[in-house]
Antibody, heavy 120, light 110 residues
Framework: QVQLQESGPGLVKPSETLSLTCTVS?????????WVWIRQSPGKGLEWIAT???????YYHPSLKSRVTISVDTSKNQFSLKLSSVSAADTAVYYC?????????????WGQGTLVTVSS | QSALTQPASVSGSPGQSITISCTGT?????????VSWYQQHPGRAPKLIIY???NRPSGVSNRFSGSKSGNTASLIISGLQAEDEAEYHC??????????FGPGTSVTVL
């Protein structure tokens, strides 16, 4: 069974960079899944942020692309998210998840989510 | 890319069937059979209940079913039960390899 766990600061100051890591257990990052970050602002719907494959191929949400970097560390079985120049609008629960294939929207496994608040 | 469209809320009595719609465009829902549905209870992570329009993962109740016509996908919950009270989110693959969600639909069991 694949398990994912998000980690990172729960509080980030405006204009700074949000950094989160997702640790994957029970499944090698290199074994075929794609890996994604998704967020959910308080009381709102889900928003896909970015996708990465273990080869380093990446895909980004068009409106966040200029501020987002997703990366992978196969030696640690982790992937990470960096979101720069954050504002209050970036306050959300951030989830990491597995995506079964490039052509699809099948997020099989999810982390429990981590709340990141942007505030001074 | 624009978010998919879902009704804000749907309700039904126990045992009834309800349908949640998810409307997009020919660039997402209408262009690919890659629509998924997720159930989310308060304070919990979303759970996959339908993928590729109509397929159920192992362990998901057969009371959940999916379909698609044109640019609109639908989630049908039959035999509504109290445990089905949750938020339901649709998502679709889009041209360019991106993914888009709907705003979510709150289901109330009366």
């Amino acid at each position: 069974q694949v398990q994912l766990q998000e980690s990172g600061p729960g509080l980030v100051k405006p204009s700074e960079t949000l950094s989160l890591t997702c640790t994957v257990s029970g499944y090698p990052l290199t074994s075929g899944y794609y890996w994604v970050w998704i967020r959910q602002s308080p009381g709102k719907g889900l928003e896909w942020i970015a996708t990465i494959y273990h080869t380093g191929t990446t895909y980004y949400h068009p409106s966040l692309k200029s501020r987002v970097t997703i990366s992978v560390d196969t030696s640690k079985n982790q992937f990470s998210l960096k979101l720069s120049s954050v504002s209050a609008a970036d306050t959300a629960v951030y989830y990491c998840a597995s995506l079964r294939s490039y052509y699809g929207s099948r997020f099989d496994f999810w982390g429990q989510g981590t709340l990141v608040t942007v505030s001074s | 890319q624009s978010a998919l469209t879902q009704p804000a809320s749907v309700s039904g009595s126990p045992g009834q069937s309800i349908t949640i719609s998810c409307t997009g465009t020919s660039s997402d829902v209408g262009g690919f059979d890659y629509v998924s549905w997720y159930q989310q209870h308060p304070g919990r992570a979303p759970k996959l209940i339908i993928y590729d329009v109509r397929n159920r993962p192992s362990g998901v109740s057969n009371r959940f079913s999916g379909s698609k016509s044109g640019n609109t996908a639908s989630l049908i919950i039959s035999g509504l039960q109290a445990e089905d009270e949750a938020e339901y989110h649709c998502t679709s693959f889009t041209t360019g390899g991106t993914l888009v969600f709907g705003p979510g639909t709150s289901v109330t069991v009366l």
